[in-house]
């Protein structure tokens, strides 16, 4: 097995469904959470959480090796963190789909005590022991083991799925959870907003006619959404988030915090192996979690250290007011995406009829508190947190096999722009634009005789492209040489409900479609630039007085950058 194949299929010792169940046509819904998964069916038109067999109800969305080199999935692993945790693969949804050399992997490597390494030539992938994993092959581990657990429970074999992804997820990160599906043998038939989900759980036949607000704080990523709700129309009004803010950075302040008490009380810095920094870690975590529920904890550290050849231990006493005073811009950050959620609706806070909380996070009474007093009122009582997202991605997928007419209409979560050979961005799609949709761009050569235009494409909202994710690239050929800005091509991009891009083109004189090869590599250096030209006539008004008749234009499809590497090495 070449290396790459190695990583498009489950490892040999992972759990697999009982090969002799009969064939379901049931499609499962998965919350597939940085820090816990969950999975749920519809049963008598209610949803189910499916429970493992020892009656969890959520998985830790975690996976490691024992000592043994042995696979450990979910409960298991996290068993393992904290004598482990070197050989412990966690928050893996922060890196997913996210190219290994970009600055939040560099970022993010930082705060997890596992190797990340390159897998191919920008993907990052997991390193722990002796094993290497890539990221949708971890998330499909997890998924893996959520289908067995559905499995065993119906004595049916599931391998269907609709699956939840946080609403600011790029284009790259949401194929790579489709990539997770197909390693893990799953047909993911759908993959929807976890905002979406939890709406769809909470308004579902309910006959609303409301606006509603999703505000989704979990491990490791916050989302706010805002939707329209009207006969079992969800439609996302507009949407924000940051992939870098949870319940992970409450821990982290925590932490510190015991560092510097620590320093003060003892008169010296604590020296942290990867052991220490993971007790740390929980006993923060812990902390945080108890306030919730107390105004007082302790935190206790025993034989935390070492010191003149004694074993030292550890004990401080902290405060809801000082979990307070740690982490309160953190929650005021939170609370200035919803402003931005509602300024880009231009819908003011009393528009919001109902404020539902997901997210594990969301159980600090501060959270609740300061949602509660930007909005003018208390979030929806009666939500599960952990489950609600897992239960409307199986109501979603309960209504894809039925009669039941539900309608999601979402939004482009990041614009996505192409670089001009200036390097800024042009947008083509701009952010919380409603799925699906479509626009024709103007494209000519910059050179003469060139036989080839280049158009790269970036997510994100910086002007400068570079600074923005790379999605990939489509090369439009077929034309004849002439002289520079003789060739005019009408480029027609599709977003598709799922915002998968396909692109056609033409030439605008004459009519005769073009063809259209999507490229993976990333762009070189700008000034080493020959080919790539800008669309002419991006904005609206211009590109609308162009028309490209479908049928005679050939098309490609874009799922994001890993088909566009399975296609450069067919
Ligand atoms: P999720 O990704 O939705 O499972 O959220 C997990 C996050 O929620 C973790 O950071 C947990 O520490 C945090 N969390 C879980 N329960 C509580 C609680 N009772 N109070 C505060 N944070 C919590």
Request: net charge negative.
């Amino acid at each position: 097995m070449t290396d790459e194949a190695r990583f498009d299929t489950l490892p040999a010792d992972a759990n697999r469904p009982d090969p002799d169940l009969p064939a379901s046509d049931l499609i499962m819904g998965i919350d597939l959470g940085t820090t816990y998964s969950c999975v749920a069916i519809v049963q008598d038109d209610f949803p189910k959480v499916i429970a493992s067999g020892k009656g969890l109800r959520t998985l830790p969305s975690m996976v490691a090796v024992d000592e043994k080199g042995r696979l450990l999935v979910g409960e298991e692993a996290r068993r393992q963190l904290l004598i482990n945790p070197t050989n412990t693969i966690y928050g893996a949804k922060r890196f997913i789909g996210r190219n290994f050399y970009s600055k939040e992997v560099e970022v993010l490597s930082k705060h997890f005590s596992y190797a990340v390494v390159p897998i191919g030539e920008m993907s990052a992938g997991a390193q722990i022991g002796e094993r290497t994993f890539s990221l949708p092959q971890v998330s499909a581990l997890i998924l893996n083991e959520l289908r067995c657990n559905v499995c065993e429970y119906l004595k049916e074999n599931v391998s269907q799925a609709v699956i939840s992804v946080p609403a600011y997820y790029s284009e790259n990160q949401r194929e790579a959870v489709r990539q997770a599906g197909r390693i893990a043998d799953i047909d993911v038939v759908r993959i929807i907003n976890e905002p979406t989900a939890a709406a769809l759980a909470y308004g579902l036949n309910r006959n609303f006619d409301q606006k509603l607000l999703v505000y989704d704080l979990g491990g490791g990523t916050f989302d706010a959404s805002l939707l329209e709700v009207y006969e079992n129309v969800f439609k996302v009004i507009s949407t924000g988030g940051d992939t870098f803010l949870g319940g992970v950075d409450f821990d982290d302040r925590v932490m510190d915090f015991i560092l510097d008490s620590y320093e003060q009380a003892e008169g010296e810095i604590l020296q942290c192996d990867s052991v220490i920094t993971q007790r740390l870690k929980e006993a923060s975590e812990r902390a945080k979690i108890d306030l919730s529920a107390k105004h007082q904890t302790s935190i206790d550290l025993p034989y935390i250290t070492v010191s003149s050849g004694k074993f030292k231990d550890f004990q401080m006493e902290l405060d809801r007011e000082k979990l307070v005073e740690l982490t309160e811009d953190l929650v005021d950050r939170t609370i200035q995406v919803c402003h931005e959620v509602l300024e880009a609706a231009r819908a003011q806070t009393g528009d919001v009829a109902s404020v539902i909380l997901v997210g594990g996070q969301t159980r600090m009474p501060m959270v609740v508190e300061k949602v509660s007093d930007f909005f003018g009122k208390a979030p929806t009582k009666g939500v599960h947190p952990d489950e609600v997202v897992a239960c409307g991605a199986a109501l979603m997928a309960h209504s894809l096999g039925t009669e039941q007419s539900v309608r999601l209409i979402d939004v482009l979560p990041m614009s996505i722009g192409a670089r001009q050979p200036n390097g800024k961005s042009k947008i083509l799609f701009e952010a919380n634009c409603t799925l699906p949709t479509d626009r024709e761009v103007g494209v000519t050569t910059t050179h003469d005789d060139q036989l080839a235009i280049e158009v790269f494409l970036y997510q994100g909202e910086s002007e400068n492209a570079v600074e923005n994710e790379f999605l990939g690239a489509f090369v439009i050929t077929g034309f004849e040489k002439a002289a520079k800005g003789k060739i005019k091509i009408v480029a027609q991009l599709k977003l598709n409900q799922e915002s998968i891009l396909e692109v056609t083109a033409k030439n605008y004189e004459t009519g005769e479609p073009l063809h259209v090869q999507m490229i993976v590599r990333p762009p070189v250096a700008l000034n080493d630039l020959t080919t790539d030209a800008l669309p002419a006539t991006t904005n609206d008004e211009s590109a609308g007085e162009i028309e490209t008749p479908q049928e005679k234009t050939k098309s490609k499809r874009f799922k994001g950058l890993r088909n566009f590497i399975r296609k450069i090495s067919d």
